[in-house]
């Protein structure tokens, strides 16, 4: 089963959105450029497979217990330095997965460092029948 990946409100929409017509348009830098291949690749992988070896998808409870929906994380990259990390959850129906956040691996994940990962909203279900 494919998932439809949505974009979090609205930090994810405008920021995946933002991203998306810079490069089309060739005004985006060259880190931008970088983000939004890796960003772009992650995002196949996850609609396809959540659980995709390469993305080490693992839930992550603080921000589970925070935004009230199991929060999960997955890699866009590894073994770099500031490694970037996209957190998701399922819905919001069932055959869509939400991209609610996009940051760099937090350095000290023991010690509260999540609750400083900037999450956005779930964008309401919209029923097409």
């Not at 005004?27 to 196949?44: H, P, Q, T, V």
């Not at 073994?79 to 997965?97: C, E, H, L, N």
């Amino acid at each position: 089963m494919a998932f439809m990946i949505r974009m979090g409100i609205p930090e994810m929409e405008k920021l995946w959105n933002q991203l998306r017509e810079n490069y089309k348009s060739g005004a985006i830098s060259k880190n931008d450029a970088a983000l939004y291949k890796k960003w772009g690749k992650a995002l196949k992988l996850l609609s396809k497979n959540p659980r995709h070896p390469s993305l080490h998808s693992h839930d992550i409870e603080q921000l589970t217990a925070r935004y009230g929906l199991r929060v999960w994380q997955s890699y866009l990259e590894n073994k770099t330095s500031g490694a970037m990390r996209m957190f998701w959850v399922y819905g919001p129906d069932k055959q869509s997965i939400t991209v609610i956040g996009l940051e760099p691996h937090p350095e000290d994940s023991k010690n509260g460092a999540y609750n400083h990962i900037n999450l956005s909203d779930m964008p309401e279900f919209q029923n097409i029948y």
